[in-house]
């Protein structure tokens, strides 16, 4: 790979992620400061996240795989993203933001494959050379956070009340414009799919792999994913609100805390997976969800604010040992003939039904628990803590990890 291609892949991915960190990290505080959405509106909203990622894949498998070159569709989809979030940006009101944030969404959550996709149309060797381009994209979701809290202080107090929030769709909106041109220059990655070969919705959705659920040990980790992302969803849909209402400052910068301790974890990943096998591993990651949401629920902005941190801090922990390591569990069960219909399979339960479920749960709970006073977050945050300890008390007690080459 030369260096052109591989700044022209860095900055791609740079730009990816960063498009999402830009809005999706503020949009809970968004809905509820300056939309006055209810939590049930919030999860709805925060919902088409996993629309997004249920239709992803027919997008990918039926469109992008078989007819057109990989890069001129993520250009084409992040251009029109760009001017559903000016539509985004514009709303004064709920029931209007809905509609262009689904029909972005749709569109976003296949970007995602396709920077895969182009990336790895470029590689000799993925497994040595995609951790050095996708760190830019982690790098791009912090450096989006540290903007937003940091040089434009717009989840201040004096921001979120002239409601500034909304400028996060624009600034997001003008990095889409900018990712959607500039991927017409990126290296030609052709369809996958020769012409005439058929495609089917199994094959799409991952469907193939569902014999993998025969073995009961699959089945229980495939049925313990979709648990955990109902806690997950918690966090997604009301830490950067519980941070701003709790009078934290800078609440956005401070939780790429989140993601520099998700780069750093992820070293420590393979070592820990080596000496305590798959199953400490996944129940390492669950018990850090239950841990976190308990540290958030006793800890404040004061004196306690050090729990906070800790708290933000484990999201390494929750996301790499569980859901990485889940991915490694996966394509080693899976076999060659049915990888990626397996990884299809398991990001449809997790991203799709799990979060769909989860944010549910969430908008659901944040409403029962917030009276004339504002949110009980105590509440608010031991719920999900209790729903990650049960789901550690199952995998605990029903996986039987065999300690092998492929566990």
């Not at 129940?283 to 540290?295: I, N, P, S, T």
Request: proline fraction near 3%; glycine fraction near 10%.
């Amino acid at each position: 790979m030369t260096i052109g291609i591989r700044s022209k892949l860095s900055f791609m991915m740079f730009l990816e992620f960063f498009i999402w960190g830009a809005w999706f990290v503020t949009l809970g505080t968004f809905l509820d400061k300056s939309l006055h959405a209810t939590g049930a509106q919030s999860g709805e909203v925060f919902s088409t996240q996993s629309w997004g990622a249920i239709i992803a894949p027919f997008i990918i498998g039926l469109i992008a795989d078989k007819y057109f070159n990989a890069e001129k569709i993520l250009g084409v989809l992040h251009l029109i993203g760009a001017v559903l979030m000016y539509q985004m940006y514009s709303a004064t009101d709920v029931s209007v933001f809905y509609p262009y944030v689904l029909g972005y969404m749709v569109l976003y959550m296949p970007t995602l494959a396709l920077v895969n996709s182009v990336s790895f149309n470029q590689m000799n060797d993925p497994e040595t050379e995609f951790s050095s381009i996708r760190v830019f994209g982690t790098a791009g979701w912090i450096i989006a956070g540290l903007a937003i809290s940091f040089l434009f202080h717009w989840d201040s107090p004096d921001g979120i009340g002239k409601g500034m929030l909304k400028n996060t769709f624009l600034m997001a909106g003008i990095a889409s414009a900018v990712l959607g041109v500039f991927s017409f220059t990126l290296p030609a990655t052709p369809p996958k799919v020769a012409k005439g070969e058929k495609v089917t919705i199994s094959q799409v959705l991952g469907l193939d792999a569902l014999k993998l659920l025969k073995d009961p040990n699959y089945a229980i980790f495939f049925v313990a994913s979709i648990l955990i992302c109902i806690p997950l969803a918690f966090y997604y849909q009301n830490a950067n609100s519980f941070l701003t209402d709790i009078k934290m400052d800078n609440p956005t910068g401070k939780m790429t805390i989140g993601q520099i301790s998700e780069l750093l974890f992820l070293l420590c990943l393979p070592i820990f997976f080596k000496k305590a096998g798959f199953k400490w591993t996944i129940l390492v990651g669950m018990l850090a969800w239950a841990v976190r949401y308990v540290l958030f629920a006793y800890g404040n902005a004061g004196d306690l604010s050090f729990m906070l941190l800790i708290g933000l801090a484990l999201h390494g922990v929750c996301y790499d040992f569980f859901f990485v390591s889940g991915q490694i569990y996966t394509d080693a069960r899976a076999g060659a003939q049915y990888k990626s219909a397996a990884q299809g399979m398991i990001t449809l339960a997790t991203y799709g039904v799990g979060m769909l479920i989860g944010f549910y749960v969430a908008g659901k709970i944040s409403d029962s628990y917030n009276g004339p006073s504002g949110h009980d977050w105590k509440m608010i945050w031991l719920i999900p803590a209790s729903i990650a300890g049960a789901v550690f008390l199952l995998f605990f007690l029903s996986f039987k990890e065999k300690r092998d080459k492929s566990a």
